[in-house]
């Protein structure tokens, strides 16, 4: 097999979901190390995002720090424009969506163990719904 070019992209989270796509062709010479060629595809990627965003916008510099930390947060798109700061946990978002989708009992019964305070609202709520079905 014959490799001419490596086609790098990435995919930058940017809020909750918004995304930056950054991608580069290079071109691989007759004998020229391939993995060399990748390794300079990716840091031409990063380096635009890098210098693009990252360096322009601070509160997003800061993010990324807070992301590495706790890789379950992102934050809302409103955080970047200036109207928020709030996060959104993505592990208690996906248990919400998991009891929105329960259609019985025994399913949202399951989701009971473990389940954050916060959500205990919603959860109740999505009882009584499924417990006055049987009425």
């Known amino acids: 097999m014959k490799v ?3 086609n ?3 995919i930058f989270p940017i809020a909750q979901y918004v995304n930056e796509t950054i991608g580069v062709e290079v071109q691989v010479d007759l004998g020229e190390d391939i ?3 990748y390794k300079t595809a990716r840091e031409i990627v990063h380096k635009w995002h890098d210098d693009f965003f990252v360096k322009v916008n601070p ?3 800061e993010f990324l720090n807070e992301a590495t930390r706790n890789l379950n947060v992102l ?3 409103s955080q970047f424009v ?3 700061d709030n996060f959104i946990n993505l592990q208690d978002e996906k248990i919400e ?3 929105d989708n329960a259609r019985t009992i025994e399913e949202l019964g399951a989701l ?3 389940l954050p305070i916060s959500l205990n609202s919603i959860y109740m709520k999505k009882l009584n719904e499924l417990t006055d079905k049987i009425k």
């Open 4 to 6: 001419t070019s490596i």
């Open 8 to 10: 790098y992209k990435k």
């Open 35 to 37: 993995d060399a060629a």
């Open 59 to 61: 509160e997003y510099a």
């Open 75 to 77: 934050p809302t798109r």
């Open 82 to 84: 200036g109207n928020s």
């Open 97 to 99: 969506v998991a009891i």
């Open 112 to 114: 009971r163990p473990g």
